[in-house]
């Protein structure tokens, strides 16, 4: 009796050790979104719970690789850094880092364009989803030369259905939530419900991709108007001016830009009528590291002055995070729903790693806030994910390196020694 209580012990302590794995944590999963999903809804805090932190041994065990490789410590710099960073989200019997690489692009038209703060109207969106399927598009055929396949998903385009239901490269995939979102300017532009179903659209495609082998996501988007509402999220989350989180967007004429600063500055006067707790005080309180997440907060946010491609870009960082994959932000608007998502979920900042800083002043101001410096300034402005698409090279060169090149032991040379982290230690 004694023996088989023991066993049950050693067993369930077993079990409880698997949860802190990434096997735990695929398990859990399993039992979040498999065949129990079709009783019942699985929530988006159901998911967030599972969200474990990268491990560190396996970031240690591969800085001590890079660092026995014939070349000066730390020498690649970011590429070092953020392929460490990737070993401890993948693991390190994971092979050819970074893996297979997907871009999805999230397509949404935004009906603050009423107010004539684009040049273009929403049929570009649907034009330009549907050159991303045909290759025809800049990030369609950028992707093409790196190696990257592209997944353009209608998750709120003002049109009929038009994609198809399960994920192929370059094909337009179908996740639409609603037809567009509402004018911000003067009302929601999105529901709760809305809102929660296309961040959860986001976090479920991260799983989907991971399914068919990528290991590592590319976060863009397609949708007139939308530096618009990202600019107001912007002004709201950190307390950056109008005038200097509103850009051009695509090329505003300066009457243009004048006007899209004052729907800007309407928009967030709304939502701080609307939700009077929600003062500007509270948004610089959630940024310090000791305040706990505020996902409700952040969704209301998101709901009143976001639209439907950032709450799919904000749900795929934050599947990043829950099905243990890396993923890129790209420019302004990618960003963005970035920060959205490390104020929903702190934990899954160390999954996010930075393409390229975008020309635009709200990007900027959106890394700043996350306390990420970029290692591309390219002087882009673009979005699609292109900024994203070019980084994928650089890493794998890194991991190329990572993988290839001899030992200093294999060489017979004397190692470099790591004085920096030689006074780390003594200190």
Same mark, same amino acid.
Request: net charge negative; with cysteine.
């Given at each position: 009796?004694?023996?088989?209580?023991?066993? !049950?012990?050693?067993?369930?302590?077993?079990?409880?050790? !698997?949860?802190?794995t990434?096997?735990?944590?695929?398990?859990?999963?399993?039992?979040?979104?498999?065949?129990?999903?079709?009783k019942?809804?699985?929530?988006?805090?159901?998911?967030?719970?599972?969200?474990? &932190?990268?491990?560190?041994?396996?970031?240690a065990?591969a800085?001590?690789?890079?660092?026995s490789?014939?070349?000066?410590?730390?020498?690649?710099?970011?590429?070092?850094?953020?392929?460490?960073?990737?070993?401890?989200?993948?693991?390190?019997?994971? !092979?050819n880092?970074p893996? !297979?690489?997907?871009?999805?692009?999230?397509?949404?038209?935004?009906?603050?364009?009423?107010?004539?703060?684009?040049?273009?109207?929403?049929?570009?969106?649907?034009?330009?989803?549907?050159n991303?399927?045909?290759?025809?598009?800049?990030?369609?055929?950028?992707?093409?030369?790196?190696?990257?396949?592209?997944?353009?998903?209608?998750? /709120?385009?003002?049109?009929?259905?038009i994609?198809?239901?399960e994920?192929?490269?370059?094909?337009?995939?179908?996740?639409?939530?609603?037809?567009?979102?509402?004018?911000?300017?003067?009302?929601?532009?999105?529901t709760?419900?809305?809102?929660?179903?296309?961040?959860l659209?986001?976090?479920?495609?991260a799983g989907?991709?991971?399914?068919?082998?990528? /290991?590592?996501?590319?976060?863009?988007?397609?949708?007139?108007?939308?530096?618009? &509402?990202?600019?107001?999220?912007?002004h709201?989350?950190?307390?950056?001016?109008?005038?200097?989180?509103?850009?051009?967007?695509? /090329?505003?004429?300066? $009457?243009?830009?004048?006007?899209k600063?004052?729907?800007?500055?309407?928009?967030?006067?709304?939502?701080?009528?609307?939700?009077?707790?929600?003062?500007?005080?509270?948004?610089?309180? %959630?940024?310090?590291?000791?305040?706990?997440?505020?996902? $409700?907060?952040?969704?209301?946010?998101l709901?009143? @002055?976001?639209?439907?491609d950032?709450?799919?870009?904000?749900?795929?960082?934050?599947?990043?995070?829950?099905?243990?994959?890396?993923?890129?932000?790209d420019?302004?608007?990618?960003?963005?729903?970035?920060?959205?998502?490390?104020?929903m979920? &702190?934990?899954?900042k160390?999954?996010?790693?930075?393409?390229?800083?975008s020309?635009?002043?709200?990007?900027?101001?959106?890394?700043?806030?996350?306390?990420?410096?970029?290692?591309?300034?390219?002087?882009?402005?673009?979005? $699609? /994910?292109t900024?994203?698409? %070019?980084?994928i090279? @650089?890493?794998?060169?890194?991991a190329?390196?990572?993988?290839q090149?001899?030992?200093? $032991?294999?060489?017979?040379?004397?190692?470099?020694?790591?004085?920096?982290?030689?006074?780390?230690?003594?200190?």
């Amino acid at each position: 009796m004694e023996r088989q209580q023991s066993e !049950k012990k050693w067993e369930t302590g077993r079990e409880n050790r !698997k949860e802190n794995t990434e096997e735990g944590t695929k398990k859990t999963l399993e039992k979040v979104s498999g065949a129990d999903s079709k009783k019942k809804k699985v929530s988006l805090e159901d998911y967030l719970a599972q969200i474990r &932190p990268a491990d560190p041994a396996a970031m240690a065990q591969a800085k001590r690789r890079f660092d026995s490789i014939a070349k000066p410590i730390g020498s690649l710099g970011v590429l070092e850094r953020d392929l460490i960073r990737m070993r401890g989200i993948r693991g390190m019997e994971e !092979k050819n880092l970074p893996g !297979k690489a997907a871009l999805a692009i999230m397509c949404a038209d935004h009906g603050v364009v009423a107010e004539g703060v684009t040049q273009t109207g929403q049929e570009v969106t649907r034009i330009v989803a549907e050159n991303f399927a045909s290759g025809q598009a800049c990030a369609s055929i950028m992707c093409r030369e790196a190696g990257i396949d592209v997944f353009p998903v209608d998750i /709120g385009m003002n049109c009929g259905r038009i994609g198809n239901p399960e994920p192929r490269p370059f094909s337009l995939l179908d996740r639409k939530v609603a037809s567009g979102s509402k004018n911000l300017f003067r009302e929601s532009a999105m529901t709760m419900e809305e809102c929660k179903e296309a961040v959860l659209c986001g976090l479920r495609l991260a799983g989907e991709l991971k399914e068919m082998g990528y /290991g590592i996501l590319l976060a863009g988007e397609m949708g007139i108007g939308n530096t618009t &509402p990202t600019s107001a999220m912007i002004h709201v989350l950190t307390g950056l001016s109008i005038t200097s989180c509103v850009g051009r967007g695509a /090329g505003l004429s300066d $009457e243009g830009l004048e006007r899209k600063r004052k729907v800007v500055s309407g928009a967030a006067e709304r939502f701080f009528l609307a939700h009077p707790s929600l003062t500007p005080d509270f948004w610089k309180r %959630l940024s310090k590291p000791e305040t706990g997440p505020e996902p $409700e907060a952040v969704l209301t946010l998101l709901s009143e @002055l976001g639209g439907f491609d950032l709450a799919g870009m904000a749900g795929l960082f934050l599947g990043g995070a829950v099905y243990r994959l890396p993923v890129v932000i790209d420019g302004c608007i990618s960003a963005a729903a970035a920060l959205l998502a490390v104020r929903m979920a &702190p934990a899954a900042k160390q999954f996010l790693f930075v393409s390229h800083v975008s020309a635009e002043p709200a990007g900027q101001a959106a890394l700043s806030a996350l306390e990420l410096s970029a290692p591309l300034d390219l002087q882009m402005h673009l979005g $699609e /994910g292109t900024g994203a698409a %070019l980084f994928i090279p @650089l890493l794998r060169m890194g991991a190329a390196v990572y993988d290839q090149m001899e030992t200093f $032991e294999e060489i017979q040379v004397t190692p470099y020694v790591d004085y920096e982290a030689d006074k780390e230690n003594r200190s």
